[in-house]
T-cell receptor, first 113, second 113 residues
Framework: DQQVKQNSPSLSVQEGRISILNCDYTNSMFDYFLWYKKYPAEGPTFLISISSIKDKNEDGRFTVFLNKSAKHLSLHIVPSQPGDSAVYFCAASTLGGAQKLVFGQGTRLTINP | DTAVSQTPKYLVTQMGNDKSIKCEQNLGHDTMYWYKQDSKKFLKIMFSYNNKELIINETVPNRFSPKSPDKAHLNLHINSLELGDSAVYFC????????????FGPGTRLTVL
Protein backbone atom coordinates (compact mmCIF):
# COMPACT_ATOMS: atom_id res chain seq x y z
CA ASP A 1 0.00 0.00 0.00
CA GLN A 2 1.75 3.10 -1.24
CA GLN A 3 1.19 6.00 1.14
CA VAL A 4 2.85 8.60 -1.07
CA LYS A 5 2.03 8.68 -4.76
CA GLN A 6 3.32 10.63 -7.68
CA ASN A 7 0.92 9.78 -10.46
CA SER A 8 2.86 11.37 -13.30
CA PRO A 9 5.93 9.30 -14.16
CA SER A 10 7.19 12.00 -16.48
CA LEU A 11 6.72 15.66 -17.35
CA SER A 12 8.13 17.73 -20.19
CA VAL A 13 8.29 21.54 -19.93
CA GLN A 14 9.75 24.24 -22.08
CA GLU A 15 12.65 26.24 -20.69
CA GLY A 16 11.48 29.41 -18.98
CA ARG A 17 8.00 28.07 -18.27
CA ILE A 18 6.63 26.82 -14.98
CA SER A 19 7.04 23.17 -13.98
CA ILE A 20 4.45 21.76 -11.60
CA LEU A 21 5.05 18.39 -9.99
CA ASN A 22 2.30 16.79 -7.95
CA CYS A 23 2.20 14.41 -5.03
CA ASP A 24 -0.65 12.82 -3.08
CA TYR A 25 -0.52 11.07 0.27
CA THR A 26 -2.95 8.92 2.20
CA ASN A 27 -1.60 8.89 5.75
CA SER A 28 -3.08 11.78 7.74
CA MET A 29 -0.34 11.33 10.36
CA PHE A 30 2.25 12.76 8.00
CA ASP A 31 3.19 16.25 9.09
CA TYR A 32 6.40 16.99 7.24
CA PHE A 33 6.95 16.85 3.51
CA LEU A 34 10.08 17.08 1.40
CA TRP A 35 11.09 17.18 -2.21
CA TYR A 36 14.27 15.55 -3.40
CA LYS A 37 15.94 15.84 -6.78
CA LYS A 38 17.92 13.02 -8.32
CA TYR A 39 20.31 13.01 -11.24
CA PRO A 40 21.29 9.70 -12.91
CA ALA A 41 23.91 7.69 -11.00
CA GLU A 42 23.67 10.03 -8.02
CA GLY A 43 21.79 9.93 -4.74
CA PRO A 44 18.74 12.09 -4.10
CA THR A 45 19.55 15.62 -2.93
CA PHE A 46 17.29 17.63 -0.67
CA LEU A 47 15.48 20.46 -2.42
CA ILE A 48 12.79 21.98 -0.23
CA SER A 49 10.46 21.01 2.60
CA ILE A 50 7.27 22.11 4.31
CA SER A 51 5.67 21.33 7.64
CA SER A 52 1.95 20.79 8.01
CA ILE A 53 1.49 24.08 9.87
CA LYS A 54 2.21 25.93 6.63
CA ASP A 55 0.61 25.85 3.24
CA LYS A 56 3.45 27.34 1.26
CA ASN A 57 7.22 27.47 1.41
CA GLU A 58 9.39 29.26 -1.08
CA ASP A 59 13.10 29.03 -1.83
CA GLY A 60 14.27 30.92 -4.88
CA ARG A 61 12.74 29.37 -7.98
CA PHE A 62 11.18 26.55 -5.97
CA THR A 63 7.87 26.74 -4.13
CA VAL A 64 6.08 23.91 -2.40
CA PHE A 65 2.34 24.11 -1.74
CA LEU A 66 0.52 21.92 0.75
CA ASN A 67 -3.23 21.27 0.74
CA LYS A 68 -3.86 19.21 3.86
CA SER A 69 -7.56 18.74 3.29
CA ALA A 70 -6.86 17.23 -0.11
CA LYS A 71 -3.71 15.46 1.11
CA HIS A 72 -1.90 16.94 -1.83
CA LEU A 73 1.30 18.83 -2.32
CA SER A 74 2.95 20.30 -5.35
CA LEU A 75 6.33 21.66 -6.32
CA HIS A 76 6.49 24.67 -8.61
CA ILE A 77 9.68 25.55 -10.42
CA VAL A 78 9.71 28.89 -12.17
CA PRO A 79 11.36 29.66 -14.45
CA SER A 80 12.39 26.16 -15.44
CA GLN A 81 15.99 25.70 -16.52
CA PRO A 82 17.73 22.86 -18.39
CA GLY A 83 19.63 21.94 -15.22
CA ASP A 84 16.30 21.18 -13.56
CA SER A 85 15.97 18.06 -15.71
CA ALA A 86 16.04 15.23 -13.16
CA VAL A 87 13.80 12.83 -11.28
CA TYR A 88 11.89 14.50 -8.45
CA PHE A 89 10.81 12.52 -5.42
CA CYS A 90 8.20 13.59 -2.95
CA ALA A 91 8.66 12.27 0.60
CA ALA A 92 6.68 12.45 3.82
CA SER A 93 7.33 11.77 7.48
CA THR A 94 6.00 12.38 10.96
CA LEU A 95 7.92 14.94 13.01
CA GLY A 96 9.75 13.75 16.06
CA GLY A 97 10.87 10.30 17.07
CA ALA A 98 12.51 7.88 14.70
CA GLN A 99 12.58 9.36 11.26
CA LYS A 100 11.20 7.34 8.43
CA LEU A 101 10.83 9.05 5.09
CA VAL A 102 8.17 7.52 2.86
CA PHE A 103 8.91 8.27 -0.78
CA GLY A 104 6.78 8.48 -3.88
CA GLN A 105 7.98 6.75 -7.01
CA GLY A 106 9.31 9.90 -8.63
CA THR A 107 8.52 12.08 -11.63
CA ARG A 108 11.05 12.52 -14.39
CA LEU A 109 11.14 16.18 -15.40
CA THR A 110 12.62 17.13 -18.75
CA ILE A 111 13.21 20.77 -19.58
CA ASN A 112 13.32 21.39 -23.30
CA PRO A 113 15.36 24.31 -24.67
CA ASP B 1 34.63 16.48 -0.24
CA THR B 2 32.12 13.67 -0.50
CA ALA B 3 29.61 13.96 2.34
CA VAL B 4 28.09 10.46 2.17
CA SER B 5 30.07 7.85 0.28
CA GLN B 6 29.32 4.25 -0.58
CA THR B 7 31.48 1.44 -1.88
CA PRO B 8 31.25 -0.26 -4.22
CA LYS B 9 29.21 1.68 -6.75
CA TYR B 10 28.39 -1.47 -8.70
CA LEU B 11 28.23 -5.03 -7.44
CA VAL B 12 27.51 -8.06 -9.61
CA THR B 13 27.39 -11.43 -7.91
CA GLN B 14 25.88 -14.90 -8.05
CA MET B 15 22.90 -16.14 -6.13
CA GLY B 16 23.81 -17.58 -2.77
CA ASN B 17 26.87 -15.41 -2.24
CA ASP B 18 27.45 -13.09 0.70
CA LYS B 19 28.34 -9.46 0.04
CA SER B 20 28.82 -6.19 1.91
CA ILE B 21 28.24 -2.57 1.03
CA LYS B 22 30.07 0.10 2.97
CA CYS B 23 28.85 3.58 3.84
CA GLU B 24 30.69 6.47 5.42
CA GLN B 25 29.59 10.01 6.21
CA ASN B 26 31.92 12.85 7.10
CA LEU B 27 29.17 15.26 8.14
CA GLY B 28 29.34 14.48 11.84
CA HIS B 29 25.74 13.25 11.77
CA ASP B 30 24.29 11.06 14.49
CA THR B 31 21.82 9.09 12.37
CA MET B 32 22.35 6.86 9.35
CA TYR B 33 19.97 4.92 7.12
CA TRP B 34 19.81 2.29 4.41
CA TYR B 35 17.21 2.54 1.66
CA LYS B 36 16.41 0.16 -1.17
CA GLN B 37 15.19 1.37 -4.56
CA ASP B 38 13.47 -1.48 -6.31
CA SER B 39 12.68 -2.02 -9.97
CA LYS B 40 9.53 0.10 -9.65
CA LYS B 41 11.74 2.97 -8.48
CA PHE B 42 10.24 3.22 -5.00
CA LEU B 43 12.76 4.21 -2.33
CA LYS B 44 11.98 2.27 0.84
CA ILE B 45 13.71 2.49 4.17
CA MET B 46 15.36 -0.65 5.45
CA PHE B 47 17.22 0.39 8.60
CA SER B 48 18.16 3.43 10.63
CA TYR B 49 20.83 3.74 13.27
CA ASN B 50 21.30 6.53 15.79
CA ASN B 51 24.67 6.74 17.53
CA LYS B 52 25.34 3.12 16.54
CA GLU B 53 22.02 1.95 17.93
CA LEU B 54 19.42 0.29 15.71
CA ILE B 55 16.25 2.40 15.60
CA ILE B 56 14.28 1.21 12.60
CA ASN B 57 14.16 -2.26 11.07
CA GLU B 58 11.50 -2.31 8.40
CA THR B 59 10.66 -6.01 8.19
CA VAL B 60 13.80 -6.70 6.27
CA PRO B 61 14.80 -10.40 5.94
CA ASN B 62 17.34 -11.63 8.45
CA ARG B 63 19.76 -12.14 5.57
CA PHE B 64 20.34 -8.38 5.75
CA SER B 65 22.46 -7.33 8.69
CA PRO B 66 23.55 -3.72 9.19
CA LYS B 67 26.63 -3.01 11.25
CA SER B 68 27.66 0.35 12.65
CA PRO B 69 31.23 0.23 13.99
CA ASP B 70 31.05 3.94 14.77
CA LYS B 71 28.81 6.93 14.20
CA ALA B 72 30.35 7.69 10.81
CA HIS B 73 29.90 4.24 9.31
CA LEU B 74 26.93 2.00 8.56
CA ASN B 75 27.70 -1.10 6.55
CA LEU B 76 25.19 -3.50 5.06
CA HIS B 77 25.96 -7.19 4.89
CA ILE B 78 23.74 -9.49 2.85
CA ASN B 79 23.87 -13.27 3.21
CA SER B 80 22.67 -15.85 0.70
CA LEU B 81 21.86 -13.34 -2.00
CA GLU B 82 18.65 -13.88 -3.98
CA LEU B 83 17.55 -12.61 -7.38
CA GLY B 84 15.03 -10.31 -5.69
CA ASP B 85 17.82 -8.50 -3.86
CA SER B 86 18.84 -6.86 -7.13
CA ALA B 87 18.25 -3.15 -6.59
CA VAL B 88 20.00 0.14 -5.92
CA TYR B 89 20.87 0.57 -2.25
CA PHE B 90 21.25 4.08 -0.87
CA CYS B 91 22.87 5.08 2.36
CA UNK B 92 21.80 8.36 3.99
CA UNK B 93 22.52 10.36 7.11
CA UNK B 94 20.86 13.14 9.10
CA UNK B 95 22.18 15.39 11.86
CA UNK B 96 19.95 13.97 14.57
CA UNK B 97 17.26 11.35 14.89
CA UNK B 98 14.57 14.02 14.90
CA UNK B 99 15.90 15.77 11.81
CA UNK B 100 13.96 15.16 8.65
CA UNK B 101 16.45 16.28 6.06
CA UNK B 102 18.49 13.29 5.06
CA UNK B 103 21.61 13.40 2.92
CA PHE B 104 22.07 10.53 0.50
CA GLY B 105 25.05 8.70 -0.88
CA PRO B 106 25.39 7.98 -4.61
CA GLY B 107 23.93 4.49 -4.36
CA THR B 108 25.20 0.95 -4.96
CA ARG B 109 23.65 -0.98 -7.83
CA LEU B 110 23.51 -4.63 -6.83
CA THR B 111 22.85 -7.22 -9.53
CA VAL B 112 22.31 -10.82 -8.50
CA LEU B 113 22.65 -13.36 -11.32
Amino acid sequence: DQQVKQNSPSLSVQEGRISILNCDYTNSMFDYFLWYKKYPAEGPTFLISISSIKDKNEDGRFTVFLNKSAKHLSLHIVPSQPGDSAVYFCAASTLGGAQKLVFGQGTRLTINP
Amino acid sequence: DTAVSQTPKYLVTQMGNDKSIKCEQNLGHDTMYWYKQDSKKFLKIMFSYNNKELIINETVPNRFSPKSPDKAHLNLHINSLELGDSAVYFCASSPRLETDTQYFGPGTRLTVL
